[in-house]
């Protein structure tokens, strides 16, 4: 087990984060839940990028699908109540825990570095293709710019 600890500036003087059973004994969504949740947007959305907000490697994937004008979704997981949990299902559904994890017409496609290199072989705008016609955007800049990230 690991143990970090944080020093607040708050009422709490320091607090203890534990890693392991706190995540499953935390309030929340449960392992099964969080699993129906990534699988309920990732089956209802062409492309899905699980997200943290600061993360350059996720800002690249959302910069790839600006430029070639795709619609996408986002789930930013620091701003989730669940994220970490999310992150775990993630990690256990496609074998990485680290984000950005891009989903296209259901199939995990990796990370930022990989969505980059489909996108520079030519191999992104096929697979987005094969969607629903709606995830293709008439607008230059990609519907993913302004998207508000998923609270469900």
């Given at each position: ?67 070639i004008g795709a619609t ?71 519907s993913g710019n302004g ?6």
């Open positions: 087990m690991f143990t970090r600890g944080c020093i607040y500036t708050s009422k709490q003087a320091y607090h203890i984060l534990r890693m392991g059973n706190f995540t499953s004994s935390a309030p929340g969504l449960s392992s099964s839940a969080c699993n129906q949740f990534v699988q309920d947007v990732v089956s209802s959305n062409c492309v899905v990028i699980f997200s943290k907000t600061t993360c350059p490697y996720c800002k690249m994937a959302k910069n790839v699908f600006n430029e996408y979704k986002v789930v930013e997981l620091d701003e989730h109540n669940d994220g970490r949990r999310l992150q775990e299902t993630l990690a256990q559904m496609t074998g990485a825990r680290t984000v950005p994890r891009v989903f296209i017409n259901g199939q995990c496609i990796g990370g930022g570095s990989d969505t980059k290199q489909l996108h520079q072989q030519g191999k992104l705008l096929p697979l987005i293709e094969q969607c629903r016609p709606c995830c293709l955007s008439t607008s230059p800049e990609g998207q508000q990230p998923n609270q469900s």
